[in-house]
């Protein structure tokens, strides 16, 4: 019990505490940078602005001062609500991220760094990112605007039709690490292979020059799914509605969609959320598909191995979990990173062309990927054994 | 009361009232399906508390994230405001009928205890896990399942027929 | 085990029932497909509940049938329900009578 509490204070702290606040300074940051401005550098605490850094906690006083405005016409209970609805997902879906691996302390259980280690943790996400279009569907409605009723049945189409992309498009990961626990992928995604091993079974191994036969990539899904990894990234992208995937809120068009009726702090939870979608995709996609906590060539039991060889087995396994924590959290940042950088690159899409991008090339392009990963996974049952 | 059989009482009287709320709410369609939403993520709740984990997950999944979504976007599409209809026909039918259901359910309710055993089974190990359901479904079951295979292409097509707004 | 299956089946029949009433007494069409889905629903959990009575899995696997058939239903019912609004500007199932004298 003490131990879940603290996992679950740890997760808040960090990704809440650390990671949402940076992020809106970080990306003001960022779109300075493209844009070859000096970007946000104006709120200070008598004259000292720290880069800037003090621009989000201004943002909260100044939403928090603003009128809370329900419109004339409005469901006011629905109205209220729906902000609420659309945070709560993001947050709870931290729940089943593995921060760090599996350690034996010698206590009864293994110390495993996931709030709730369930073994159907990757559908508990899926199941959530399904219930979070509430959030857009109830506001849209609630406001009693055709502005925002046109950005939710834009959010809702967009929202359904991508999930059943973003379905397909891990089933190759699911193929390949023959689990749906997010831990026990990320334990499988602790060791590397010979890139070119394949080979051996056509006895072409030996004809290889050796530098080319000695390359060794990491088991990680990136590298045993590279399709499913474009594609997961672009469907959840387009889940959390920022651009280029941002018509549900197209300010050119529908002024802001869904949450054009809100005002103050009830606008800033939708905000929020938002940027917080930003870190848990982050979290998700390092899970599936960049080794989650690995370090990329030292497996676990090497380094417990080698630390422990010097200070011993218990001083070693803390050492492992905080290098395996920075480990996640820094392909974390790498991951917002990359984010901060397609939103700021891209330019809209038109709603046509993000439809036809789901139905008509990623649909397709998905089940291809899970026919080809399940004839090659035949293959290496049948031939490698 | 343990813990379980009070978590049970709550959800069931969550899914009870949601879904009289659904069929009592008289002029507000997208208030209907919120209840119905919340009548679905309880039953889910109720299968976590039978040990059907798959079958809760996949519930919130396609019924809360798709079919709901679904009713909401098109009371959306056709943009139904208000839903206030002029007295119906056939009432003193109608009214029978809800008096059958009704004394149908109690009848049923009053039965029920004496009908079924008292003992339930053991529980296999991964017993409602994707494992075991995913094994069943493609080994013993591989039939109905190519026949939902088909049943939803046919579906697929007569949706996109029926509302597409003429063929050409 | 904790809670007795009676119950669970309980809850499933007053589910039915107030499906069946809903699907009755409303006259909007669309609240009458989500009357259907809740029977569909009570349907479910008296499978699962069985399932649990005998410790098998088939109950689970004839849920996941269920759920794909309500999903290919609501995609045709709704179907049917734009095509209905298009053509006669209504969603009162009393108001579609013409093949009915």
């Not at chain 1, 003090?54 to 729906?82: I, Q, S, T």
Request: with cysteine.
């Amino acid at each position: 019990m003490a131990e879940t509490i603290g996992k679950i204070l740890f997760v808040l702290l960090v990704v809440m505490g650390a990671f949402l606040p940076m992020i809106t300074w970080v990306e003001r940051k960022q779109s300075a940078v493209m844009q070859d401005r000096i970007g946000a550098n104006r709120a200070n605490i008598a004259g000292i602005t720290v880069l800037g850094v003090l621009h989000p906690l201004a943002d909260v006083l100044k939403l928090f001062g603003k009128e809370d405005f329900v419109p004339a016409g409005a469901n006011r209970v629905m109205h209220l609500l729906a902000p609420v609805i659309a945070l709560v997902p993001a947050i709870i879906t931290l729940a089943v991220v593995p921060f760090a691996g599996v350690y034996d302390f010698g206590g009864e259980n293994p110390f495993s760094f996931v709030i709730a280690d369930v073994d159907w943790g990757l559908l508990y996400v899926f199941a959530v990112g399904s219930i979070a279009a509430y959030g857009t569907i109830i506001a849209g409605w609630a406001s009693n605007n055709n502005w925002a009723l046109l950005g939710t049945v834009r959010a809702s189409a967009q929202m359904i039709s991508y999930e059943v992309t973003m379905g397909l498009s891990v089933v190759g990961v699911f193929m390949c690490f023959q689990t749906l626990s997010l831990q026990e992928m990320s334990l499988a995604q602790d060791s590397s292979f010979r890139l070119l091993g394949f080979l051996e079974h056509f006895g072409l191994f030996e004809t290889l020059p050796g530098w080319l036969a000695w390359i060794q990539v990491p088991t990680w899904g990136i590298f045993l799914q590279p399709m499913g990894f474009v594609m997961f990234l672009t469907c959840i992208m387009a889940e959390n509605k920022r651009p280029p995937f941002d018509l549900p809120e197209a300010e050119s068009e529908l002024i802001a969609g869904y949450h054009l009726e809100y005002s103050g702090m009830r606008w800033g939870l939708f905000y929020t959320a938002e940027f917080l979608e930003v870190p848990v995709i982050g979290c998700i996609v390092t899970a599936l598909f960049l080794g989650g906590w690995s370090i990329p060539f030292l497996d676990t039991q090497t380094l417990i191995g080698g630390i422990g060889s010097f200070f011993g087995e218990g001083f070693a396994t803390g050492v492992v979990l905080v290098l395996h924590v920075h480990a996640f959290l820094a392909k974390v940042v790498i991951m917002i990173w990359l984010q901060m950088l397609i939103r700021w690159s891209l330019p809209r899409f038109r709603y046509d062309q993000v439809m036809d991008l789901c139905w008509k090339i990623m649909l397709p392009l998905s089940l291809v990927n899970i026919f080809v990963t399940a004839v090659v996974l035949l293959w290496f049952q049948e031939v490698v054994g | 009361m343990s813990a379980e059989l009070s978590l049970f009482y709550f959800f069931a009287a969550l899914a009870v009232g949601s879904a009289l709320s659904m069929v009592l709410n008289l002029r507000n369609t997208v208030a209907s399906a919120m209840s119905l939403v919340i009548t679905m993520v309880s039953l889910a709740a109720v299968y976590v508390l039978m040990e059907a984990h798959l079958v809760a997950v996949l519930q919130i999944m396609v019924y809360g994230g798709a079919i709901v979504v679904l009713f909401v976007f098109v009371v959306m599409l056709l943009n139904l405001r208000q839903d206030d209809f002029p007295p119906g026909r056939q009432r003193g039918a109608k009214a029978l009928g809800v008096v059958l259901v009704v004394f149908a359910v109690i009848k049923l309710l009053a039965l029920l205890p004496a009908a079924l055993p008292d003992t339930v089974a053991a529980l296999p190990e991964g017993f409602g896990g994707y494992r075991d359901v995913g094994t069943a479904l493609f080994t013993r079951f591989i039939l109905p399942f190519e026949a939902t295979s088909l049943l939803l292409l046919s579906a697929l097509v007569g949706a996109v027929v029926l509302a597409k707004r003429r063929l050409d | 085990m904790e809670i007795p299956i009676e119950l669970v089946v309980s809850l499933s029949a007053i589910l039915f029932g107030i499906g069946v009433v809903g699907a009755l007494v409303r006259r909007n069409i669309i609240v009458i497909l989500m009357s259907i889905e809740l029977m569909l629903n009570a349907v479910n959990l008296a499978f699962v509940a069985f399932a649990r009575m005998h410790g098998t899995n088939d109950g689970h696997v004839f849920v996941l049938i269920v759920i794909t058939v309500a999903a290919a239903e609501v995609a045709v019912g709704l179907g049917i329900v734009i095509s209905l609004f298009r053509n006669r500007d209504t969603t009162n199932v009393d108001d579609v009578s013409l093949l009915k004298w």
